[in-house]
C-alpha cells in the first residue's frame, strides 16, 4: 500500500524558515519521483521541487530556486523541503507526491498517482 505522510507546515513571518517531511513506504519511495506541490488560495497547483531518489537528482522551479532545497533521508524513506526566505505568496497547502520511476514531467500533477494529505503553510508579511 503506497502511504505519503507530510508534516511539518505551521505558520511563520516572512524571512523565516520552515522544514516539511515527507514519509513514505519503504516500496513507494525506492526508484521513485517524490516531489512537493503547493496549492495556493486561488491559484493552480504549483510543482515546487523532486527528486528521483535512486539518483539523488534535484530539480527546482524558478519561484522557489535559491530558496527551497529538497533533501531525502533514505535510511527513513523520507524527503524534505527545507524552505527559507519564506514570502506570503508562499502560503499554501503543500503536498508530498510520489511516481515510480523516473517522472519525465516532473512538475506536471497527473504524472504521480500518489498523494500526501498536504499540511498547510502560512507566511505572515
Known amino acids: 500500500q503506497v502511504q505519503l505522510v507530510e508534516s511539518g507546515g505551521g505558520s511563520v513571518q516572512a524571512g523565516g524558515s520552515l522544514r516539511l517531511s515527507c514519509a513514505a513506504t519503504?516500496?513507494?519511495?525506492?526508484?521513485?519521483?517524490l516531489a512537493w506541490f503547493r496549492q495556493a488560495p486561488g491559484k493552480e497547483r504549483e510543482g515546487l521541487a523532486a527528486?528521483?531518489?535512486?539518483?539523488?537528482?534535484?530539480y527546482y522551479s524558478d519561484s522557489v530556486k535559491g530558496r527551497f532545497t529538497i533533501a531525502q533521508d533514505n535510511a527513513k524513506n523520507t524527503i524534505y523541503l527545507l524552505m527559507s526566505s519564506l514570502k506570503p505568496e508562499d502560503t499554501g497547502v503543500y503536498y508530498c507526491a510520489a511516481a515510480y520511476g523516473w517522472a519525465a514531467r516532473r512538475f506536471a500533477g497527473d504524472e504521480y498517482p500518489y498523494w500526501g494529505q498536504g499540511t498547510q503553510v502560512t507566511v505572515s508579511s
Open positions: 527528486v528521483y531518489t535512486a539518483g539523488g537528482n534535484t
Open positions: 519503504a516500496h513507494t519511495y525506492r526508484r521513485a519521483t
